[in-house]
């Protein structure tokens, strides 16, 4: 039986439920949706972003307009024309099967007369963003003094965002006896002083601890000094090579001098902030849904209107102004039910911001460092071996296969792996070779991954294996994992790194004996573990050795390396070595470019992302905004 059943929602709505594939309600519906519907009462909902809210009000709002009667009876705020749309868009499918119910969005950006002519034919419900709404209320272009319900959707964030007084106003025109339900993420001064001024005795539902952040959310922050503060976002990009994240600045400049960066640097990035226009924000809005676009930079204000479940990461490329707001960006991610991971980049000037982010979250932060050019290399060329792996073969390729057979047929199995996989690496560690490590290191004493200290790693074993996030682990449930299987102490499994199909992880010398009869070979719901001890150690340089000419020899063929990097194994604006032919070429077509090709989940590739190779060729985009499929004209190689 759908548990929706048992809230006491009407059969046109569980059809468009059963439409929708919902099984079972949120915590904030479960606790929201029978209580609005047994009786008339106004309500303050406490819930993070990506809690479902707007079911949490929409069913019981939907279920309680009078379709026979064409005014207006109910009135939706909310912050950004992004999230006035969503809403807008969820509230119609809700009543799909409700035919004479009306919902108009009202929002700033499109034609005021087209919209009030809208309102005009009759919509029982508007969706309104309060800049819009207190213009058409000016212009007499709307009648909301006789509604029956009015709700504040991110009403935190409406504050935050300037909006108070429009909410005061437009309230102020709507009768007293309406029921109002507020719904927030946090309670700052101003949301409670609006419940207090046009809420009569509103019940309160609190999903979680009062102002605290989703438990499906990770938090880590890496230290670096100002001027590293780009370089760093590469290198987190492509130490995660399957990364979907939304990455935050704080003013529209920023944000789109880091896309214009990242864009120019190979990265599947795009920019969404306020001076797009509609057409070039929902062109944005409609790569990023489809995955061409990897890591959309936003600011706060555009970036609520994000609705995407699957998003990875969040990166606080800056931290907000105001670290309220922190809570609603990490939002983005770990939303229904999934893991999700909240990165900030951080300079030792902000560290005291991350104790404040401590306390209103009730989480803590791990401290992790700027992975090394070694490590990346690894990490790609463990994800790019799983992705061979999973590829699924095409039958077509045997018609290929007697060609390919008779030039490779001298190759042993040994020598094919490693020719193969030499295509991308090799050039990728001699660049390497040459840069330096970023990780700032005058923090002092760092924390492991509970947030103890440790003095010493420099002599610790890190092992990989083969579980990681697609196992349903983060780091937190991984080291609890390897704790409670391995039977050790809180402190002895540290610096755990968690990637898809794949992890890393630290013990004392002492312990890798038992680490090895223990794990290999264990079955973890029907799949057997592997681990093998990492070519890095514990503090993450390459376990080489130099010869008599001081030349750097073992582990991936070179010492310690931390430089930057473009685009997913490319280098820095055609820093790095030509690609002649291979598997991809370069973004304009030709492989004679040293300009670096765009990456996107292996070592590298051209957007849209493929499942089973090595790269795949689409159209580009002309600018970081993704308003143009045009291709990007080729700028000369910097020297």
Partial sequence: ???????????????????????????????????????????????????????????????????????????????????CLQITNELKNYAKYEKSINVVAVYGGASITEQARDIKRGAQI??????????????????????????????????????????????????????????????????ARIAKQFMSEPVEITVGTKNSGSATVSHEFYLVNARDRYEALKRLA?????????????????????????????YSAAALHGDLSQAQRDGV?????????????????????????????VVNYQLPDEIETYNHRSGRTGRAGKLGTSIVIVTKSEMRKISSIERIIKQKFEEKTIPSGIEICEIQLLHLANKIKDTEVDQEIGNYLPAITSVLEDLSKEELIKKIVSVEFNRFINYYKKNRDISSQSSGERRDSDSAPRENNSGATRYFVNIGSRDNFDWMSLKDFLKETLDLGRDDVFKVDVKEGFSFFNTDPEHTDKVMEVLNGFELEGRRINVEISKNDGGGRSNSR????????????????????????????????????????????????????????????DRPKREGGFSERAPRRSDASGSSDAPRPRRPRRD
Wanted: with cysteine; glycine share 10%; proline share 4%.
């Fill in 1 to 83: 039986m759908n548990k929706f059943e048992q809230l006491g929602l009407n059969e046109s709505l569980l059809k468009a439920i059963l439409d929708l594939g919902f099984e079972n309600p949120s915590e904030v519906q479960e606790k929201a949706i029978p209580l609005l519907l047994e009786k008339d009462t106004d309500m303050v909902a406490l819930a993070q972003t990506g809690t479902g809210k707007t079911a949490a009000f929409g069913f019981p709002l939907i279920q309680k307009i009078d379709a026979n009667n064409r005014n207006t009876q109910a009135l939706v705020l909310s912050p950004t024309r992004e999230l």
């Fill in 126 to 191: 508007i969706v309104a963003t309060p800049g819009r709404m207190q213009d058409m209320i000016n212009r007499g272009l709307v009648n909301i003094k006789n509604i029956d319900y009015c709700v504040l959707d991110e009403a935190d964030e409406m504050l935050n965002m300037g909006f108070y007084e429009d909410i005061v106003s437009i309230l102020s025109d709507t009768p007293d006896e309406k029921n109002t339900w507020l719904f927030s993420a946090t309670m700052p001064q101003e949301v």
């Fill in 238 to 266: 492509d130490a995660n090579p399957d990364i979907f994240s939304v990455v935050f600045c704080r003013t529209k400049r920023d944000t789109q001098a880091v896309a214009e960066k990242l864009v120019e640097d190979g």
């Fill in 285 to 313: 809005m409609k790569s990023f849904r489809g995955r061409q676009i990897q890591m959309l930079v936003a600011t706060d204000v555009a970036a609520r209107g994000i609705d995407v479940d699957s998003i990875t990461h």
């Fill in 546 to 605: 130099r010869d008599h000419n001081g030349r750097s020899g073992g582990g991936f063929g070179g010492g310690r390396s931390g430089g930057e990097r473009s685009g997913g194994f490319r280098s820095d604006r055609g820093a790095a070595p030509r690609r002649e032919g291979g598997f991809r070429s370069d973004r304009g077509g030709s492989s004679s470019s040293d300009r670096p090709a765009r990456r996107d989940g292996g070592f590298s590739s």
